[in-house]
């Protein structure tokens, strides 16, 4: 993950692993860049992180949103389970 953040477009998490995608991740990440997690559970992105440096969230349709950070960049995360729903959000990368 720490290449793969700073060249890829799309994120797809379903390892039911834990800290695949982590607040360094994102800080690395492209602007755009889009968020998913297709698994049961969400324990793979850091939400406490993406709370933490959230200062807007968008809901672009349901389960989906962007995410603003306070540096200015956004990106979208897309949640694919409804029991995920937009609580499960995408925060944003520094521009």
Sequence with gaps: MDEACKEGNIFVTTTGCEDIILGQH????????????????DCEIDMSWL???????????????LRH????????????????SCEHDISVTPG
Excluded: L, W, Y
């Design 51 to 65: 709370t933490k440096n959230a200062a807007e969230k968008v809901n672009i349709k349901p389960q989906v949103r």
């Design 69 to 84: 950070s306070h540096s200015g960049s956004h990106f979208v995360f897309r949640s694919s389970s409804p029991s995920h």
């Design 26 to 41: 994102f800080e690395n990440m492209k602007d755009d860049a889009i968020v998913c997690n297709i698994g049961h559970f």
